[in-house]
């Protein structure tokens, strides 16, 4: 059985000795070595090639974010951000999954510190499979990856439609991308984003800086409109109540589906009853959830879209959902936010 093997960056000797041991004792897992800074891991990764990095966001000198952009630019590979539980370490997360950081976890506080990092065998072996791809110079740098692509159809007019978006790992780079499409008057859509809840407020607060809609986590209540992106809040499911042209959203604390809280499912159900103006977009992620229940939408009448294996991170929720035969069109993710503008916009009737 071929191993995994991964390399720690962490300037602090604690954090570094936590990891080693959550990994240490997985057969699977072989730790390639450790590095106190940006500097020496740089020169690891040239002398070790390992398979995954974990990398810390703030380390003094070369930051780990601009670390991650150098190797996205010149050695790609898997990485998993480790970020401390702060208002900046979260929105530098973010940051980092939008430049194509795999996963980010949170480091430990009080308690059992090791407690936090019992995800992190799973979270190597999600990342190993992870498909990299060799970044520009400009997009290395994050802030220009967020922003509005240059050309936005600001004429568009959204009919009446919901759009209805599940993703998991690379969703924050997908979603970015999907996104940037949208003008400010875009189709009311909702996003199931598998990610703990306080990554997922900087995610909101990120987007919505950036992008001409107003992108915010979603509330008991909020009225599904043009020009409002809602994003599930960590921990909770997002269903969709109401009738046509006054929709609202209702969050529900009901147990996990697929091993997920929010799930993509329990949002894509409560959609079957409206689904003939429902567009379901499944993006990339490990797993199967959505899938089941976008098949339900396409029998229901609902159109569907999923990213293609190729442009997907991670190819698993798609990839179940096209299986199952949920998908109507499958395509790489830099055609799907005009593909869901063309699908949406209000027809002008004959004179």
Known sequence: MSSTSVLIVDDSATQRRLIADALSSHPDI???????DAYEARD?????????????????????????????????????????????????????????????????????????????????RLA???????????????????RPRPVVD??????????????????????????????????????????PENFLRSLATR?????????????????????????APGDRHVEIRGTDGRCRIALSDAPAENGHRPSVDVMFRSL????????????????NDGAAEMLSLRKAGARTIGQDKATSMIYGMPARAFELGAVERQLPLEQIGAAILDQTRRVARPN
């Open 44 to 124: 690891l990764v040239k002398q070790r090639n390992p398979d995954v990095l974990t990398l810390d966001v703030e380390m003094p000198g070369m930051n780990g974010l601009e670390f991650l952009g150098r190797l996205m630019r010149a050695r790609p590979r898997p990485v998993i951000m480790v970020s401390s539980h702060t208002s900046r370490g979260d929105d530098a997360a973010i940051r980092a999954l939008s430049m194509g950081a795999v996963a980010c976890i949170g480091k430990p506080s009080g308690g059992n510190p090791g407690n936090l990092y019992r995800k992190l065998p799973e979270l190597v």
């Open 128 to 146: 190993s499979g992870a498909r990299m791809h060799q970044v520009t110079p400009a997009e290395g740098k994050d802030e220009r990856r967020l």
């Open 154 to 195: 600001e004429s568009f007019r959204p009919g009446n439609w919901l759009v209805a978006i599940g993703s998991s790992t690379g969703g924050v780079e997908a979603l970015t991308a999907v996104l940037s499409h949208y003008p400010a008057l875009c189709p009311p859509t909702v996003i199931s984003q598998h990610m």
């Open 30 to 36: 072989e730790i390639a070595g450790e590095a106190a």
């Open 272 to 287: 079957v009853p409206k689904a003939r103006k429902v567009l379901a977009v499944q993006l990339t992620g490990m797993g």
């Open 207 to 231: 987007l919505d800086n950036f992008l001409p809609p107003k992108v915010s986590l979603a509330k008991d209540g909020d009225l599904l409109e043009p020009g409002r992106v809602f994003i």
